[in-house]
């Protein structure tokens, strides 16, 4: 799985101040009690100095360990039998003053057996989410809330399907795709105009497999373009935009939208190749979003970049009324 170093770092940060604060109330807590029942602390204090004394002084005097661990217990035991009696005075349950951590599998470290652990990939998760409500309306675009009923149930157009069968399909295979997402899952293409659910089912997607702790990086074509022709003329510099193009190339999945808005060069023409080639190569999932269709593709970028995405991605076609403007017709009646 692949993570991004900033988002990364932001999590750390949030999952270290969280400790500090739990750390922060456990001591809270223990002067508390220790306040009103003075010997609680001179127990905890002999509990946490028994072993070094007695280990040290048993292997100084060339005893055997196991005497000395024996003995260890007996007075561990005796101090823990008094300290739950205390504290049960005092209405407090046993474990009041013990410092659990709040994740057993790793010991609140964030790391288990090499990997990172799930309590610091929430963590992680949440901080992704938080950068992708920035541009995408996480909160209410999902497939939960998405309808149906905007889409024609007439073939208009003559196609042999109706807007509204063609948006169930499209509908059922961007839920799939989202529920079963695993790197080299594939990629997607979505066409047509705009207004049409291309965006928001973009987000849906995204909330879901951020969700699940993948990496994903939302942004229009435009921008990505942009900070691509930035680094090869040297207009920035600097650990920033690597970072950027890093994303871009490595993360789970890229949802690049608004393709074609953007002023079309042969920069453009080689960036975008790079990322379709690149991520294909990595086996990196990636979703288009664009108002073109494919016959533009060819022409507006290369037969090549076309032939690239037509052989290696599903192909969503969306058609229909603009959604947009429905919403105003019948807010206005």
């Known amino acids: 799985m692949a993570y991004d170093g900033r988002i990364l770092r932001r999590a ?26 003075p010997r609680l602390r001179e127990i905890d204090a002999e509990l946490r100095a028994t072993m070094s004394r007695l280990i040290s002084g048993a292997l100084r005097k060339g005893a055997n360990p196991k005497e000395a661990v024996e003995a260890l217990r007996r007075d561990n035991l005796g101090l ?11 209405g407090c349950p046993d474990g009041y003053l013990d410092e659990s951590p709040a994740c057993p599998l790793c010991g609140d470290t964030g790391y288990r057996n090499g990997t990172m652990c799930r309590c610091l990939r929430r963590y992680y998760t949440q901080e992704q989410q938080k950068e ?7 909160g209410s675009q999902s497939f939960d809330t998405f309808s149906l009923e905007w889409y024609s149930d007439e073939d208009d157009l003559g196609l042999g399907i109706s807007a509204r069968e063609n948006m169930e399909w499209i509908f059922r295979t961007c839920r799939r795709y989202a529920e079963s997402f695993r790197p080299g899952c594939g990629s997607l293409l979505m066409t047509g105009d705009p207004g049409l659910g291309k965006t928001f089912l973009s987000a849906a ?3 879901d497999v951020s969700g699940d702790g993948w990496s994903v990086v939302y942004d229009t074509a435009a921008h990505i373009f942009d900070r691509f022709e930035a680094r090869k003329f040297g207009r920035e510099e600097g650990e920033t935009i690597d ?23 042969s920069y453009v023409q080689s960036a975008l190749y790079t990322i379709i080639n690149t991520r294909l190569l990595d086996h990196k999932a990636t979703i288009l979003s664009t108002n073109l269709k494919l016959n533009d593709l060819s022409r507006r970028y290369s037969p090549q970049i076309a032939s690239r995405i037509e052989g290696e991605y599903q ?4 058609f229909g009324e603009d959604i947009r403007k429905l919403k105003r017709e019948r807010g206005a009646e």
Do not use: H, W, Y
């Open 80 to 90: 823990q039998a008094e300290r739950r009696k205390l504290l049960r005075e005092l």
């Open 243 to 265: 970072s950027d193009i890093t994303r871009v190339l490595t993360c789970d999945l890229l949802i690049l939208d608004d393709l074609g808005t953007e002023m079309t060069t």
């Open 12 to 37: 750390l940060q949030r999952f270290e101040e969280d400790r500090r604060e739990r750390d922060q109330r456990l001591q809270a807590r223990r002067e508390s009690v220790f306040n009103r029942q």
């Open 205 to 207: 997607i995204a909330r």
């Open 315 to 318: 192909i969503l076609p969306f």
């Open 132 to 138: 992708l409500s920035q541009m995408l309306d996480l």
